[in-house]
């Protein structure tokens, strides 16, 4: 029996994440992959701080595109490669929206969006 807790699942690194959840659609509670969300990269800037604070406007960006994806879910199950999922879920606990949100975090190579979707279902037992 599918629960109808509102799940979603994300594994990202530093330039893009794939999304899953199981809800915000008809589908009544089954799991399904959102579009990739990418970060923008900039190219070519010639001063450090001005790259910095470019790096930094493109990550506030990339998590307001992850937020609007997961709004309404209650359980996240968060991974990738790196620190950026941990950054995250940093992010999310200063959040207001988001600051009872029970964050599950782990740490996983790249996978095809097959393989991540099923390891979400597998790690909410659906």
């Given at each position: 029996?599918?629960?109808?807790?509102?799940?979603?699942?994300?594994?990202?690194?530093?330039?893009?994440?794939t999304?899953?959840k199981?809800?915000?659609?008809?589908?009544?509670?089954?799991?399904?992959?959102?579009?990739?969300?990418?970060?923008?990269?900039?190219?070519?800037?010639?001063?450090?701080?001005?790259?910095?604070?470019?790096?930094?406007?493109n990550?506030?960006?990339?998590?307001?595109?992850?937020?609007?994806?997961?709004?309404?879910?209650?359980?996240?199950?968060?991974?990738?490669?790196?620190?950026?999922?941990?950054?995250?879920?940093?992010?999310?606990?200063?959040?207001?929206?988001?600051?009872?949100?029970?964050?599950?975090?782990?740490?996983?190579?790249?996978?095809?969006?097959?393989?991540?979707?099923?390891?979400?279902?597998?790690?909410?037992?659906?």
């Open positions: 029996m599918m629960s109808e807790r509102k799940l979603a699942g994300i594994w990202m690194d530093s330039e893009s994440a999304v899953v199981n809800h915000d659609i008809e589908s009544a509670y089954k799991f399904f992959v959102c579009n990739p969300v990418k970060k923008e990269v900039q190219h070519g800037n010639s001063s450090e701080k001005n790259a910095n604070n470019v790096e930094q406007t990550t506030a960006k990339f998590f307001k595109d992850l937020e609007h994806l997961i709004t309404n879910t209650e359980e996240l199950y968060l991974t990738g490669t790196g620190t950026i999922q941990e950054q995250f879920k940093n992010h999310l606990a200063e959040t207001a929206q988001f600051k009872n949100l029970k964050v599950t975090l782990d740490t996983d190579q790249k996978m095809s969006d097959q393989q991540f979707l099923e390891k979400v279902k597998k790690h909410f037992g659906e």
